[in-house]
């Protein structure tokens, strides 16, 4: 399969891959996929794309003309169909989200809400249980750490708390970075490493769970609860240890099976020129964990006669978050950055490449498979075109469609 099957879904956009989700999926009275980015020209925009009428429209949801791809949305549908768009400005004042006025209708929303206050905000991960009839919302705050808030309505949000952070005298200089995925019903799942793998050269892959109250590791033992925040990152299972190997770390994404069992996906970096792909899975008893596929160096166009400022930035992995066996990579081919489909059979003992694009005139990077899609074709986005650094790119949000 190669990119011409794919279409432009947003013509001038980039983001972040620590803000999810970046993409959702719908099958209602329309059939529609939506996603929100960054321009070039620091517009924050949403768009939505109906597969039956191909028709595509945008939103602008926020223009303050700060160039950075950190500042672009995480999304949350709502059970009535309208949708919820989280956004911060890179190390900035306060998590901001707006609601969509009506159902599967982007064209008109709510007037903005503030979630917190916190400074050095970003990061923005969204969550609704059903069981708890509860919001969540995640981020990067104060002190560098992931924090949290909840509300009962969408509008008025509890005082944010950290949730997580290392013990003893190295708190104040750790800042974990996280991924977050839910069942929408009682549980969550956070994968989160002890920091940047620029400032952490055993940079480790950890996970816990939040279930009905508790925090717990992966085989059922709990280790703290709502009541007794932040939980330790020494008590989280430690699904990968860099200081053992002596090769950091990064994730990318984490999903769930249909046992609800997590699957990690992450990078092994050997060397800022050698970057690995790999996944870790529960099977039930213990974390089954293997590499994927190399994946080259770093994706940005280094200018010439400069030092790369982001040497860890690969060029992308994410699952099939209805089929974890199934994950998406961004990785060099004949020097040039190519999406390719990896597919495992046997738990993640062997893995087979399917390209999805082929012979690019232009590197494809950090793609991402729309939250709530689980058709069987092959559906997600991704980044296509000149990216220099996270404040200075050109680039166009690109979609290979598998809803018919």
């Known amino acids: 399969m190669t990119d011409d099957l794919s279409r432009s879904f947003a013509p001038d956009g980039a983001w972040c891959w620590f803000q999810d989700p970046r993409a959702v999926y719908l099958s209602r009275e329309h059939q529609r996929t939506y996603a929100g980015w960054m321009t070039a020209r620091g517009n924050l925009d949403v768009g ?64 903005e809400v503030i ?47 950290i949730l997580v952070q290392e013990a003893g005298r190295e708190a104040a200089n750790v800042r974990p970075y996280i991924k977050i995925v839910a069942d929408g019903q009682s549980t969550i799942h956070f994968a989160l490493t002890n920091g940047h ?53 990064w994730l990318w994404d984490i999903a769930l099976d249909d046992c609800g069992h997590p699957s990690i996906a992450y990078t092994r970096l050997p060397a800022k020129t050698d970057h690995r792909y790999c996944c870790a899975r529960w099977d039930g008893t213990a974390w089954v964990d293997r590499e994927v596929t190399p994946g080259g ?23 099939r978050h209805a089929n974890p066996s199934v994950v998406y990579v961004s990785r060099p081919i004949r020097g040039v950055f190519e999406i ?28 991402v498979v729309p939250r709530g899609y689980a058709g069987e074709a092959d559906h997600l986005l ?9 404040t200075n790119y050109r680039t166009e949000i690109r979609m290979l469609s598998g809803p018919k």
Request: charged share 25%; proline share 6%; glycine share 10%.
């Open 48 to 111: 939505a794309c109906d597969h039956r009428t191909r028709e595509l429209q945008r939103f602008t949801l926020k223009s303050d003309g700060e160039v950075d791809d950190h500042n672009s949305c995480s999304l949350l549908l709502l059970a009535d169909g309208r949708l919820m768009a989280f956004y911060a400005r890179h190390n900035g004042l306060g998590l901001h989200c707006r609601t969509t006025k009506g159902p599967e209708d982007i064209t008109e929303w709510e007037d």
């Open 115 to 161: 979630v917190a206050n916190t400074p050095r905000t970003t990061y923005s991960h969204p969550v609704y249980l059903r069981d708890e009839g509860l919001f969540y919302a995640f981020w990067r705050g104060e002190d560098w750490k992931p924090v949290f808030a909840t509300s009962g309505d969408g509008r008025t949000w509890t005082p944010p708390r």
């Open 197 to 249: 793998p620029r400032d952490e050269p055993a940079n480790s892959v950890h996970y816990f769970r939040y279930e009905r109250g508790g925090f717990f590791r992966a085989d059922g033992t709990q280790i703290g609860g709502l009541d007794r925040v932040p939980v330790s990152l020494g008590k989280c299972d430690l699904v990968y240890d860099a200081k053992a190997t002596g090769v950091r770390a």
């Open 297 to 319: 160096r770093w994706f940005p166009q280094t200018p010439m006669f400069r030092r790369e400022r982001e040497p860890h930035y690969s060029g992308g992995m994410a699952f």
């Open 340 to 367: 390719e489909k990896w597919s495992t059979a046997d738990g993640g003992m062997t893995w087979t490449p399917t390209a999805i694009t082929a012979g690019s005139a232009y590197g494809n990077v950090r793609p």
């Open 382 to 390: 991704w980044m296509r075109g000149r990216y220099v650094h996270y």
